[in-house]
């Protein structure tokens, strides 16, 4: 899931996902983030679930995916799109 808060020159976006599911760590990384595995972890929420909120450029495409334990990547099915087997994001 994704939540977005727009503000000024940038977009707030966070990057939601079970508690659970998969198991261990998991860190989105894209175009961002230099494709930089750890830079930005999924961490606790009090509701159960595991996010983490990155500022990116307004009005600006990116590419993204996740990675779990055991170099398990997957993609958000509510992302913007799929292209190049990687999921997209528009601000």
Do not use: C, I, Q
């Amino acid at each position: 899931m994704l939540e977005r808060k727009r503000r000024k020159h940038t977009t707030d976006v966070t990057f939601v996902l079970p508690g659970d599911l998969p198991p261990g760590p998991v860190s989105v990384v894209g175009t961002f983030n230099g494709w930089h595995p750890g830079a930005h972890v999924l961490e606790p929420r009090t509701d159960g679930m595991r996010a983490v909120t990155v500022a990116l450029p307004a009005k600006a495409t990116h590419s993204f995916r996740y990675l779990a334990a055991g170099d398990y990547w997957f993609d958000e099915p509510a992302a913007d799109g799929h292209e190049e087997g990687n999921s997209r994001l528009r601000t």
